[in-house]
């Protein structure tokens, strides 16, 4: 079957599309997430942290009723984009779009711009700037839509990220103790109840990679692999254990969930990144056809 041609105005509606994207995931926190939010404000008991949790069902609230942000960080724009083969598309133009898209959500919806370079610190006001907005690209087979995933990372759980290079004669426990002293050392700093990437392997930049897509996975969706589900299962349950609690603060939900990606990686190396989303766990997605049709999702 020979590649689907879009029109000239696609990515125009990409560019629509994109800002959407921006805008939307960061007022309306995704069904799983509400979910893990509603559960832990029933089981905790602590009066201070069962105080927190209902602020931020009423954030959440407010998000829908006033169409707010929920929380001032717009964050650093991230895009996962895959394209189907089937589609004859512009990689660069897509790039254009996208740039263009958080632009103009940004000014039609006075967001804050947290994008500044990192030396001068000079802010263009439009949440864009040399390598922002990040954008991943995969592709799909006999695919004839453009899948576009949207986070906008804010930097209270960015900035508890961890890279650690780890010996393969650390084993299983290594990885386990890795994870549960990074979530120590973070504390409340990334605003828990938080959904913790975890990436195993590959390289360094790899490994840090596997972690950023771990933390966007919906709460409660599991790895293919059993074994690294069970794992799943056992650090997110070791991690609850710490009791640091939302916001630290103390109580039983530290995070709502922990997912874990891997690769292979080299003979001598065991690489291992962890990272974090805050409690509102923002994400948006997009299916886009060559016709102009956008579907709307988490």
């Known amino acids: 079957m020979p590649n689907i041609e879009v029109g000239a105005d696609f990515y125009e509606v990409l560019k629509d599309t994109a800002g959407e994207l921006y805008f939307r995931s960061q007022v309306d926190i995704p069904p799983d997430v509400r979910a893990a939010l509603n559960k832990a404000a029933e089981v905790e008991t602590n009066p201070a942290t069962k105080s927190?949790?209902?602020i931020m069902q009423k954030a959440v609230a407010v998000g829908d009723e006033k169409c707010m942000l929920v929380c001032q960080d717009t964050g650093i724009p991230i895009?996962?984009?895959?394209?189907?083969?089937?589609?004859?598309?512009?990689g660069a133009k897509i790039r254009e779009a996208i740039t263009a898209g958080v632009q103009k959500a940004t000014k039609e919806n006075n967001l804050r711009s947290s994008v500044v370079s990192p030396i001068k610190r000079e802010n263009n006001q439009n949440s864009t700037g040399k390598g922002i907005p990040v954008i991943h690209w995969d592709f799909k087979a006999d695919s004839d839509c453009l899948d576009i995933l949207h986070i906008p990372k804010g930097s209270?759980?960015?900035?508890?990220?961890?890279?650690k290079m780890l010996?393969?004669?650390?084993g299983l426990k290594g990885i386990k103790k890795v994870v549960l002293d990074c979530v120590a050392e973070a504390g409340g700093n990334p605003c828990p109840p938080t959904i913790i990437g975890v990436g195993i392997g590959g390289n360094a930049e790899v490994c840090v990679g596997l972690a950023k897509k771990a933390a966007y996975r919906p709460v409660g969706s599991r790895n293919a692999d059993p074994d690294i589900a069970a794992?799943?299962?056992?650090?997110?349950?070791?991690?609850?254990?710490?009791?640091?609690?939302?916001?630290?603060?103390g109580g039983v939900t530290t995070a709502f969930d922990l997912h874990i990606e891997d690769a292979w990686t080299h003979i001598t190396q065991n690489p291992v990144a962890v990272t974090m989303q805050c409690w509102r766990g923002e994400r948006r997605r997009a299916m886009m056809w060559a016709d102009g049709r956008v579907e709307f999702g988490y």
């Open 52 to 54: 927190m949790l209902q």
């Open 79 to 90: 895009y996962y984009v895959t394209i189907g083969t089937k589609l004859n598309v512009d």
């Open 156 to 163: 209270g759980s960015e900035n508890m990220s961890f890279l």
């Open 167 to 170: 010996i393969p004669a650390e």
């Open 231 to 249: 794992l799943e299962d056992e650090l997110l349950a070791a991690v609850n254990s710490l009791e640091s609690g939302p916001q630290g603060l």
